[in-house]
């Protein structure tokens, strides 16, 4: 594990966090794993007031001294088949000047006990096959691939655009 940083969940009505937040997730979307395309301008300015206005998100961020370096934003849903909440994490950035630096992985069990916290029965996310490193990081901290029978494969995530 590398070095402490500061990790805590989010206020959405603390305008440090809100400008972290926005920041943070703009660097991943600009960055190759994120897309490579920044943020729009909507996105911007109105991705905080429409995270607090659902209470099934949360954010996670990390800070180095004052400096945001990572952020987690997490959004709780359902299991019907154990009829208990389940949380994805739905966002994981991490700067690159702190990339493995065990950032990730120090939001990510501050995520987790929020999930326990809100009774989740599991937690999901993905991740794009050639990010080697994070899946390397998810398969260690105990995520692995969804399947109900073997036979019939693993799950794969697929979206379709509205």
Not at 55 to 78: K, M, R, T, Y
Request: net charge neutral.
């Amino acid at each position: 594990m590398g070095a402490a940083f500061s990790v805590r969940r989010a206020d959405y009505a603390d305008a440090v966090d809100a400008v972290a937040i926005v920041s943070l997730l703009d660097a991943y979307a600009r960055d190759p794993a994120g897309g490579g395309e920044a943020l729009s301008a909507y996105a911007r300015d109105n991705l905080v007031r429409e995270l607090a206005a659902r209470p099934q998100a949360f954010s996670v961020l990390a800070f180095d001294g004052e400096s945001p370096v990572g952020l987690v934003n997490c959004i709780e849903g359902f299991s019907t088949f154990k009829c208990r909440p389940l949380v994805n994490v739905h966002d994981v950035a991490v700067l690159a000047s702190h990339r493995g630096r065990g950032v990730a992985e120090q939001m990510l069990q501050v995520a987790e006990r929020e999930a326990v916290r809100r009774g989740a029965v599991k937690m999901t996310l993905e991740v794009l096959s050639g990010n080697r490193s994070a899946l390397r990081l998810y398969e260690r901290m105990g995520y692995a691939g969804y399947q109900l029978d073997p036979a019939m494969g693993t799950a794969q995530f697929m979206q379709k655009w509205l």
